[in-house]
């Protein structure tokens, strides 16, 4: 059981460049979270999803996208990388209601280290 | 829209002193929850309080949800070494969870 699986866990991209940011977990969860986290900051949500096909904006969604083909995997794109961008992302799930209101609390992932330059 | 507010922002501590975190938010909350991170880690999740005035333990971590439901405390006693880490709140109201901006530990053997 691996949980929340991140890749990849560092990366260095220019600006204008695009990637995918891959999760997946096998808790069967179907709540699943990205956050960005600056130096000295909280969790900030870029985009939730419920379950399978179903995804929403969080707080800071712009220059993101997100896809939920499968209970497993939530990917998460950046299109036109800025150095804005630049952060540690992390993503997470959880078993109950889709902000974790039953209990258990969320489950991270190891993270990824994004720099724009 | 919904704030959570923590502090201190750093605290340094001699092993073996007590430490405590404030989690305060500008309204009421469902519940709050507390993760603690260790330096180059992820969150992981510690705790969930949902009723009020709610005094939940884990061995020398105490934790507290305000009568009002908009305050939160993490109290460790006697800390160690590895208590090293930031710890975060994390409030919930009407579906949405934000978290706080953490309190970094550190603890001087």
């Known amino acids: 059981n691996a949980g929340v699986t991140q890749t990849p866990k560092f990366r260095i991209l220019k600006i204008g460049q695009s990637m995918t940011l891959q999760c997946t977990q096998d808790?069967?969860?179907?709540?699943m979270y990205w956050y960005r986290q600056d130096p000295g900051m909280g969790l900030k949500l870029i985009y939730y999803s419920v379950g399978a096909g179903i995804t929403d904006k969080g707080e800071v969604p712009n220059g993101y996208n997100v896809s939920r083909s499968t209970t497993e995997d939530f990917p998460l794109r950046l299109e036109l990388a800025a150095p804005s961008q630049t952060s540690v992302y992390f993503c997470a799930s959880s078993y109950s209601a889709h902000r974790a209101t039953g209990g258990g609390g969320y489950t991270f992932g190891s993270g990824t280290r994004l720099t724009v330059v | 829209g919904q704030q959570v507010m923590q502090i201190p922002q750093y605290q340094h501590v001699q092993e073996g002193e007590d430490f405590t975190t404030y989690c305060n938010s500008s309204?009421?909350?469902?519940?709050i929850q507390w993760y603690k991170q260790r330096p180059g880690g992820h969150p992981v999740f510690l705790i969930q309080l949902v009723k009020s005035g709610e005094v939940k333990k884990q061995k020398r971590l105490t934790f507290q949800f305000g009568e009002a439901k908009k305050n939160s405390s993490l109290h460790i006693t006697a800390t160690q070494t590895t208590d090293v880490g930031t710890y975060f709140c994390a409030g919930e109201r009407n579906n949405d969870m934000r978290f706080g901006a953490g309190t970094r530990l550190t603890v001087k053997p």
């Open positions: 808790m069967n969860h179907n709540y």
């Open positions: 309204t009421t909350l469902s519940n």
